[in-house]
């Protein structure tokens, strides 16, 4: 029996409830890589998040054959030439935790005044059928800016540092839902829900 009908990319458990969140209402049962400790990592070689997603998607469907979706996401500041982008999740060093990323970006923005803090969250999700082959790709950002200092308990990664625009509150002191209708994973989930769905309606996703 298999462990899953969905394979999401990721350790990451904020991610995996995330999308767990957003896809509450499809006939799916989400797991992570966790399910599988003798899967081999995927190396995030690419030079766009596209190209990244499109990795993940394709490897560990692979390795697992099962449907998986894998989703390269990262922050973009203006301030920084659009860093730490696709290196979000590496920016302070491979296992670094996200208090020391969000504390090497406040620190570089040291002296920044909040007009110059502009930012946005991008993130691209592919999904790939069991034979590896990619079969849906969608995009979402979510601008907004830099705060000063880490606020909210909430959310994971850069979301205590991120205000979306319209919003005097960042991502971490929001409530889940108010997050994820706002939220750039959400934006990218949106259409591949719609393609999900399709899927669910078939036995290709069984």
């Known amino acids: 029996m298999k462990p899953c009908t969905l394979l999401v990319a990721t ?4 991610k995996l409830n995330e999308l767990r969140g957003l896809l509450a209402d499809l006939p799916l049962t ?3 890589l966790s399910s599988f400790p003798s899967v081999q990592p995927v190396a995030e070689t690419g030079e766009t998040f596209l190209e990244n997603a499109k990795l993940k998607a394709v490897g560990y469907s692979t390795q697992t054959k099962l449907l998986t979706l894998a989703d390269d996401s990262g922050l973009e500041v203006d301030a920084l030439d659009g860093a730490p982008g696709v290196r979000s999740a590496r920016y302070s060093g491979e296992g670094a935790s996200d208090t020391e990323r969000t504390n090497k970006l406040l620190s570089e923005l040291s002296g920044v005044p909040p007009r ?17 082959q990619v079969i849906h790709v969608s995009r979402g950002t979510c601008a907004g800016r830099i705060a000063d200092a880490a ?3 909430n959310g994971f990664g850069y979301d ?5 625009e319209g919003l005097d509150k960042t991502f971490a002191e929001l409530q889940p839902e108010v997050k994820n209708g706002l939220s750039h994973r959400s934006r990218a989930i949106a259409e591949a829900y719609q393609f999900l769905r399709s899927l669910t309606l078939s036995s290709d996703a069984g």
Request: net charge positive.
């Open 11 to 14: 350790y990451n458990q904020g």
């Open 116 to 132: 110059a803090r502009g930012a946005r969250f991008v993130s691209v999700i592919a999904m790939a059928d069991r034979n590896g």
């Open 30 to 32: 989400l797991c992570d």
């Open 160 to 164: 205590p540092i991120f205000i979306p």
């Open 151 to 153: 606020r909210g308990s």
